[in-house]
């Protein structure tokens, strides 16, 4: 399993999504998206471009998870230092490790 993990702010574009997918590596093998619960309705239409599914995390479960990408804002509402590189983390799983930030 390839996640692409994503955190963005309300309103982001389809192309403001698939520039940081492009950035990220791009979409060569990844299986699925991640994000927050609350912000999958802004991530179904990149899915829906790439045929992915999108996996949906709780807040609350990306408490303490380490990245290596660090904002204290993420940090003090979430307990993570980057939401996009927390959500693929948990939503691949045990012994899962980044390509990239």
Do not use: N
């Not at 940081?20 to 093998?29: D, I, R, V």
């Not at 807040?59 to 230092?81: H, M, N, W």
């Not at 996009?84 to 899962?96: I, K, N, P, S, T």
């Amino acid at each position: 399993m390839i996640v692409a993990g994503f955190g963005f702010r309300t309103g982001a574009t389809l192309a403001a999504l698939q520039d940081a997918l492009a950035q990220a590596g791009g979409p060569q093998g990844v299986t699925h998206l991640a994000t927050l619960a609350t912000k999958a309705e802004g991530l179904a239409e990149l899915a829906a471009a790439l045929d992915l599914p999108v996996l949906t995390l709780q807040p609350e479960e990306l408490k303490g998870i380490e990245t290596p990408t660090r904002s204290d804002r993420v940090a003090a509402l979430f307990g993570a230092g980057s939401v996009a590189e927390a959500v693929a983390l948990v939503a691949a799983g045990l012994g899962a490790r980044l390509r990239g930030p």
